[in-house]
């Protein structure tokens, strides 16, 4: 009897402990899906979606090749991540894409710009950069009254902002540094609109 029970002490436990591991990582991934969740909703108008941004995404690839969607060079990106759609019903309100602003010398900075069907900003954010290949629990929003500047202005506007005089309140060194100018981010997000638009039928078809 002592042996029956050694034996499927030894055959359960193995299995209660994959088990555990498992409600662990699924509460991890819970746990990071709320934390981008909280933060990716800030990015488009309040009412302006109804579905679940987070889940309604699709990966965008490091690199320059992708089965249908263009001039990924525009976006800069260093490693995979993911864009975001915004949804009334079907019809798509928003998308948010990534993109990384860098010099190729000093450094780089990780963007997120949310971009309404009309071509103008409803917010373009900088992400604390985790160094990590992770899709979730990346999403940590660097607060920044400069990148404020970009809110409801266009292509062809935004350019200007990169000549704005930069003041200690609205704290640009603070998450960029003085290697990496206001130029460079003001064109990454230029070149991040000019890819919405190159891709924008793929995009809002969801064929991406």
Request: glycine share 6%.
């Amino acid at each position: 009897m002592r042996q029956a029970r050694l034996f499927i002490i030894a055959f359960l436990l193995p299995a209660s402990l994959a088990f555990l591991g498992f409600l662990s990582k699924a509460a991890l991934l819970d746990s990071k899906q709320a934390f981008d969740r909280q933060n990716l909703y800030l990015l488009f108008d309040p009412g302006s979606f109804d579905n679940d941004p987070l889940l309604d995404s699709f990966l965008i690839p490091a690199g320059t090749e992708h089965e249908t969607l263009i001039n990924l060079q525009l976006l800069g990106l260093e490693r995979d991540r993911l864009a975001y759609i915004a949804r009334q019903g079907d019809e798509v309100t928003a998308i948010a894409v990534p993109a990384t602003a860098e010099d190729g010398f000093n450094g780089s900075v990780e963007l997120l710009i949310a971009v309404d069907m009309y071509g103008r900003i409803r917010a373009a954010r900088v992400i604390d950069d985790l160094d990590s290949d992770e899709l979730y629990g990346v999403l940590d929003i660097i607060q920044s009254k400069w990148m404020e500047e970009f809110t409801d202005n266009s292509m062809r506007e935004i350019l200007g902002i990169s000549w704005k005089a930069i003041t200690p309140d609205n704290e640009y060194d603070q998450f960029v540094g003085a290697s990496i100018t206001p130029k460079i981010v003001s064109n990454r997000i230029y070149d991040a609109l000019v890819f919405l638009q190159s891709n924008r039928i793929v995009l809002m078809t969801g064929d991406a």
